[in-house]
């Protein structure tokens, strides 16, 4: 189970959505058709539903809905030869069946297209239809015609709709590709346009750690030929606006690697774990003598399957000078834009003239709020230098003291 926070903005109280995903995606429909060699020729795995409105013998409008297709068959999908297309056929229910086939176009080699789309059903199942006027097997016929590249995955998370005055189709979570090649799935996926904007995904993170905690602090370095050359401890924790509602979830550092690069002007910090391709924090140079965080990248995987990307090239955070690391404990947020924020929880970042792999003096974020324009670090040094001067007083009196006694 995966649960989620969601937030309204602007947020007046949380509430805890939880999805059992193995409810979610049980009906859905998978096919790994195989050629006479056990070679897949054909991969689909989508998710569909029906509307079917019918006229009554009492002269009403009736609608039904399929969306449990419980055991559906195959029988008479197809791999397709010299004469025929590949073709899916499903057949589910009483008396329901849905085939789409698939053709190469002589005029392109390197696309095929989704073909037709029928869908069947029988109105004599009285159960599925109660008091239908008309009784026999009606279709439903679309031409798709959408154009795939050969050797691409289709993929189309968001809902897509078919209708005509009786039947509403819709389908989600859908792949496929036909004309496998060499029997092995494509790796590489084309999108449906609604997958590619970002304002269709729906911004459902998962995370196995509820978001209202604190994130765990992760330590993370970036090494290079002259040893580690850039320094970061953080807790993380990412906030997507969507349709006016948040969804926050934090890093987990046990399940996220740090890589990048550092160049004397530029360096770059990405971190990567299985939902988040990578999220990137571009540290620049400025004034010869300050550094300060300049961009964010972040590409991350929904649990919808879509593709969540967005980066800000101007920002100005995390702003301290060269040779020294930036601290804040306390909770900061980075606002990469109005719908992506990153909360930091105990940070420390140094991407410059890391020695020894060690952190240099920091500079406190109380000095970005308070205009306390001596970092705390070297306030902390110059009380120290004060207490070792007092120390050494002292213990220089009490052994002149002692010795006083002693002699
Ligand atoms: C997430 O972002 C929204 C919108 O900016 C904000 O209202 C909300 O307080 C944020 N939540 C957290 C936990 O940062
Ligand atoms: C499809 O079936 C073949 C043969 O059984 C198998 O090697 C392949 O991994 C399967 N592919 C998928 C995507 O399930
Ligand atoms: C069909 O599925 C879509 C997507 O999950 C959903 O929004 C819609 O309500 C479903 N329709 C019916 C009639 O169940
Ligand atoms: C049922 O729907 C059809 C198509 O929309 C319409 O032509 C017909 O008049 C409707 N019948 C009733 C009884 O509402
Ligand atoms: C599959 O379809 C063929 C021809 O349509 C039929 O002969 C066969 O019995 C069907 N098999 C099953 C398992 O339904
Ligand atoms: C696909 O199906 C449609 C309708 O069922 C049919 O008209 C068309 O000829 C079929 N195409 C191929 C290549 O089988
Ligand atoms: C449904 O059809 C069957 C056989 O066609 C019939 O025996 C049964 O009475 C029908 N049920 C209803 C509710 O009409
Ligand atoms: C399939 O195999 C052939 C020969 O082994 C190779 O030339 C071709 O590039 C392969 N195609 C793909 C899509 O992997
Ligand atoms: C390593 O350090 C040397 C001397 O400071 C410098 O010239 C060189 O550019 C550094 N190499 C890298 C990869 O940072
Ligand atoms: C990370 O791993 C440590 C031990 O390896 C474990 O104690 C801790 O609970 C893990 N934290 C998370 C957030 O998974
Ligand atoms: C992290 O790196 C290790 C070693 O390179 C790799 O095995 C692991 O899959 C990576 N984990 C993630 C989440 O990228
Ligand atoms: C971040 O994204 C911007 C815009 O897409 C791009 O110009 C920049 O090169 C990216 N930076 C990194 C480090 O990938």
């Not at 590409?299 to 690391?325: C, E, F, R």
């Amino acid at each position: 189970m995966v649960c989620f926070r969601l937030a309204p903005v602007p947020g007046s109280g949380f509430l805890l959505l939880c999805l059992v995903l193995g409810a979610v995606s049980s009906y859905a429909l998978e096919l790994n058709l195989t050629d006479s060699s056990k070679a897949t020729c054909l991969y689909a795995k989508w998710q569909m539903n029906f509307t079917i409105r019918y006229e009554t013998t009492d002269m009403h409008n009736k609608t039904v809905t399929i969306s449990d297709l419980g055991a559906a068959t195959y029988n008479g999908s197809f791999c397709g030869d010299d004469q025929n297309g590949p073709k899916i056929a499903v057949q589910f229910g009483s008396g329901f069946s849905w085939i789409v086939n698939f053709t190469k176009e002589a005029s392109s080699a390197s696309t095929y297209l989704v073909d037709h789309i029928s869908f069947s059903y029988n109105t004599n199942d009285n159960t599925t239809f109660p008091d239908a006027k008309e009784k026999g097997v009606f279709t439903v016929n679309y031409r798709v015609a959408l154009k795939i590249p050969l050797n691409e995955m289709f993929r189309c998370n968001s809902l897509s709709t078919l209708e005509n005055s009786d039947v509403v189709q819709h389908y989600w979570d859908v792949h496929v590709q036909a004309f496998v090649q060499n029997g092995t799935v494509s790796t590489t996926e084309f999108l449906c346009d609604k997958d590619k904007t970002i304002t269709t995904a729906v911004p459902i993170i998962p995370t196995t750690v509820p978001s209202p905690t604190k994130p765990v602090v992760g330590s993370y370095s970036v090494v290079n030929s002259n040893g580690t050359c850039l320094l970061a401890t953080m807790g993380l924790q990412l906030n997507i606006t969507h349709d006016k509602v948040a969804s926050v979830f934090n890093i987990n550092p046990n399940t996220t690697n740090a890589t990048g690069s550092c160049q004397p002007q530029t360096a770059l910090l990405r971190l990567s774990s299985s939902n988040v391709k990578y999220l990137d924090f571009v540290f620049a140079v400025k004034n010869e003598n300050r550094f300060y965080l300049k961009e964010v990248n972040v590409t991350m995987l929904l649990v919808n399957g879509s593709v969540y990307s967005i980066s800000n090239t101007n920002l100005s955070y995390w702003d301290a000078p060269l040779g020294s690391s930036y601290m804040c404990n306390k909770e900061q947020t980075v606002s990469v834009s109005g719908a992506f924020q990153i909360n930091t929880f105990d940070l420390r970042v140094q991407p410059f003239s890391v020695t020894e792999g060690k952190y240099s003096t920091a500079q406190d974020c109380s000095a970005d709020d308070d205009n306390f324009l001596v970092p705390i670090a070297v306030g902390a040094a110059l009380a120290g230098v004060l207490i070792l001067v007092l120390l050494a007083y002292f213990i220089g009196l009490k052994r002149h003291h002692a010795g006083y006694e002693q002699f």
